[in-house]
């Protein structure tokens, strides 16, 4: 089992900046896939970056320029660093981790969620 918390939500300007964390904690967390989703109220969750065992990222088309995915793998914590947010980005924020080497965009693939954590960005 895998347990995900995330944190460093909240309300900021357009072209402000946010980095989100997400603590894991479990059973073979260097095993599994991890990344980041965003979803916003009666659409589905959408995939935006992701990392891999092996370090290695990807990003939806829509945020590569502007967000970072990173992970401190001597204390578990995965980021998500935004930068110069737009109002298009507010979502709830969801960290999640699957057990495979690759990581996918498709959230019917991951098996541990949290609970996610709310970015509002005003114009």
């Known amino acids: 089992q895998v347990q995900l918390a995330e944190s460093g939500g909240g309300s900021v300007q357009a072209g402000g900046s946010l980095r989100l964390s997400c603590a894991a904690s479990g059973d ?5 896939s991890m990344g980041w989703f965003r979803q916003v109220t009666g659409e589905e969750r959408e995939g935006i970056a992701f990392i891999n065992i092996y370090g290695a990222t990807d990003y939806a088309d829509d945020i590569k320029d502007r967000f970072t995915v990173s992970l401190d793998n001597a204390r578990n914590i995965l980021y998500l660093q935004m930068n110069n947010l737009k109002p298009e980005d507010t979502a709830m924020y969801y960290c999640a ?19 996610g954590t709310q970015v509002t960005v005003a114009s």
């Open 28 to 32: 073979d967390i260097y095993r599994r």
């Open 97 to 115: 981790a699957r057990s495979a080497t690759y990581s996918s965009f498709d959230f019917r693939l991951f098996n541990f969620w949290g609970q």
